[in-house]
């Protein structure tokens, strides 16, 4: 699965006018999670949620579903189903490439219903980068882009903040970078 996302890195690297390797170092040596979320079925699916509202703090979200189906996207102002395909499998972008990007990649913001009838099951696998790396978009995109949208933080920063002060929503890294802002009193 790491091998999958770092090939994926390289991908968005070159989709950026950056160097294919340049995301490579940070991620080496990361320490990457798999989550496997069962879904019971629900009487009331229109009452529950599975998994609420929420960006990926991570870097790079690579998610199996079963056939059951579940996961939302919310695109073009409402949310759309993202219906399961076997052998096929989704790929989001997290909060940290969309700093990592200078904000050119968004984040998706995503939900997982419930059924009525049957249970379900994902996997999702979360690229992150190695703790102490400094977190930043490269010279080049920033110059184009002419500002740099996010101070420069570590992954344990973001992890910290998502472990103990904050439940991960839309605006996660919006708020992170207020929080790191105030609390470190760090200039962009
Ligand atoms: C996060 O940011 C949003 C948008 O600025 C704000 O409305 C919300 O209250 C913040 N949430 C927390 C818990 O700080
Ligand atoms: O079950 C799904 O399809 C989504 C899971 C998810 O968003 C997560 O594990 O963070």
Redesign the pocket.
């Given at each position: 699965m790491k091998e999958l996302g770092m090939k994926l890195l390289e991908l968005l690297a070159l989709s950026l006018g950056v160097d294919r390797l340049h995301y490579k170092e940070l991620f080496e040596d990361g320490c990457s999670v798999m989550?496997c979320?069962f879904y019971p079925s629900c009487q009331e699916p229109s009452l529950a949620l599975?998994?609420g509202p929420?960006c990926?703090p991570t870097s790079l979200t690579i998610?199996h579903?079963d056939q059951v189906g579940?996961?939302d996207v919310f695109a073009d102002n409402t949310w759309q189903t993202v219906p399961p395909r076997a052998r096929a499998l989704v790929v989001n972008i997290g909060d940290t490439f969309t700093a990592l990007s200078n904000g050119r990649y968004k984040s998706c913001l995503?939900r997982?219903v419930v059924n009525k009838y049957k249970e379900r099951r994902?996997l999702?696998f979360f690229l992150c980068p190695k703790e102490d790396k400094v977190v930043r978009a490269p010279e080049d995109i920033v110059r184009r882009d002419g500002t740099k949208q996010y101070p420069d933080f570590t992954w344990s920063n973001l992890l910290e903040f998502t472990q103990n002060y904050y439940r991960a929503d839309e605006a996660t890294l919006h708020n992170f970078t207020k929080w790191l802002l105030s609390s470190k009193q760090q200039t962009l």
């Open positions: 989550r979320n599975g998994t929420h990926d998610l579903q579940g996961l995503h997982a994902s999702a």
